[in-house]
């Protein structure tokens, strides 16, 4: 055999060896617990698969150049040979791994909780469990003949705890993370140990344990029974619970509008008109409600009117479209919008005069898009309702615009618009300059 056979030979061993050691890596990630945090269990994966193709190759060259010297040296010996050793090899690869594994008892695929209760010497009448002061901590150990090999913290639940002839009972839980070896209970406090069992539980229980045992142990080194004034514990093996259902969309939306619902009934009738912005922001089911409340506030043109001209231009914004939404808006509003209209003039006139050095992002003009942006479709409204004439004020904002055509902002959320309705309520023709209506 050349070794032109051979080189194809450790090609596919290669190939065979990177898709066994690939299997036998992914499943070692179940077994070891390895993190996918960051992509380490894929990175595991990857190296350990190219690791084994590589081996594979190697190991396939070797037996073809042995098989080619061989009184043999026929190609299907040396396959044979070579995807026998590659098969091998990962099995025992393998068969080691899942040995070395904690690998965690089920019942019907799902993993098991070790339940334990603490039952601790007799009180004198004290109204609280022993665990409420200091640091307790329950640890399941796994034990390699009398040492401990591994361990998993659990949880003491001292807010369960209960009194039976006046003793106290105090639960604790723990994963039951793995089959190998036997298992050490423990109880610490304030790091020291208070106490530690042996527990008599097979590496894969049968569902007989789902039973509480009998309190232990039994009795002491000695032979006498085990004295009140020592700890005791029972237990018992549980299904680790399913996590619930995910919820259907109504389910989510039902908890999302009850809260809201909460959050709305809340708030004081008293309260500054602002609160209620986040219920007309966009339309949803406390809107109506939200702009029934408002429409009945008394002096509501005032108040608007002042946060139409606030330093945030968010809350000046919402101020304004809050106006657009009410059902029936009356020319008391008019003088309002309309000041709030010079009030963006102003702003934009400071604007004009701000050389880019001294904003070079452009967030005085990013400022005066919000608040046009809500004025204008107050205006709209006004006018269609209660007869407001905004004409001046929006053309004094067009022709402040038009002295920065840098600004994006002002040129295309502004100006354009600005020329657009200059041109529907008063007949005045966009400049040439100015940009297009979309």
């Not at 396959?79 to 008892?105: E, K, S």
């Not at 949880?155 to 039951?176: C, Q, Y």
């Not at 304030?190 to 069992?197: D, H, L, V």
Request: hydrophobic letters at 45%; one cysteine or more.
């Amino acid at each position: 055999m050349s070794w032109l056979p051979s080189i194809a030979l450790s090609f596919l061993s290669g190939v065979t060896g990177l898709v066994l050691s690939g299997l036998v890596a992914n499943a070692c990630v179940s077994w070891y617990r390895v993190s996918n945090f960051e992509g380490k269990a894929g990175f595991f994966v990857v190296f350990i698969a190219l690791g084994g193709g590589l081996a594979a190759a190697i190991i396939g060259l070797i037996i073809a150049r042995l098989v080619a010297a061989g009184a043999d040296p026929g190609f299907p010996k040396a396959l044979g040979i070579t995807l026998g050793a590659t098969f091998g090899i990962a099995g025992v690869a393998a068969l080691l791994c899942r040995l070395g594994a904690d690998v965690a008892p089920t019942w019907d695929r799902r993993e098991l909780n070790l339940e334990v209760e603490f039952r601790f010497p007799k009180s004198s009448g004290s109204e609280q469990p022993p665990t409420v002061e200091g640091a307790w901590l329950f640890r399941l150990a796994a034990l390699d003949g009398n040492t401990q090999r591994t361990y998993r913290d659990g949880s003491l639940a001292a807010e369960g705890a209960r009194r039976e002839a006046d003793r106290w009972i105090v639960p604790a839980t723990a994963p039951l993370f793995t089959a190998r070896g036997g298992r050490l209970i423990s109880l610490q406090h304030n790091q020291q140990e208070e106490a530690g069992f042996l527990l008599s539980l097979p590496g894969h229980p049968e569902p007989e344990f789902e039973s509480w045992s009998e309190w232990l142990p039994h009795q002491q080194e000695n032979g006498q029974p085990w004295p009140d004034d020592r700890l005791s514990y029972r237990f018992r093996v549980t299904k680790v619970p399913l996590p619930p259902p995910p919820k259907t969309e109504a389910e989510h939306r039902a908890e999302v509008n009850a809260l809201q619902e909460a959050e709305f009934n809340a708030i004081p009738p008293d309260a500054p008109v602002q609160r209620w912005f986040p219920y007309i922001e966009y339309r949803q089911p406390l809107t109506e409600r939200a702009l029934s409340h408002i429409a009945s506030r008394p002096g509501l043109a005032s108040e608007l009117g002042s946060l139409a001209t606030a330093e945030d231009a968010r809350l000046a914004e919402m101020a304004m479209r809050c106006i657009e939404m009410l059902p029936a808006p009356t020319a008391e509003f008019n003088a309002p919008v309309a000041a709030a209209g010079r009030d963006i003039a102003a702003r934009l006139r400071a604007v004009v005069a701000t050389p880019v050095e001294k904003d070079p992002g452009y967030d005085g003009a990013a400022d005066i898009s919000i608040r046009f942006n809500g004025w204008l479709c107050a205006a709209r409204k006004l006018r269609g309702d209660s007869g407001g004439d905004f004409t001046g004020e929006l053309q004094a904002i067009l022709v402040l615009s038009r002295e920065r055509p840098d600004s994006h902002a002002l040129r295309m959320d502004v100006c354009r618009v600005a020329s657009y309705y200059l041109h529907q309520w008063a007949g005045i023709e966009p400049l040439p300059t100015d940009p297009k209506p979309k």
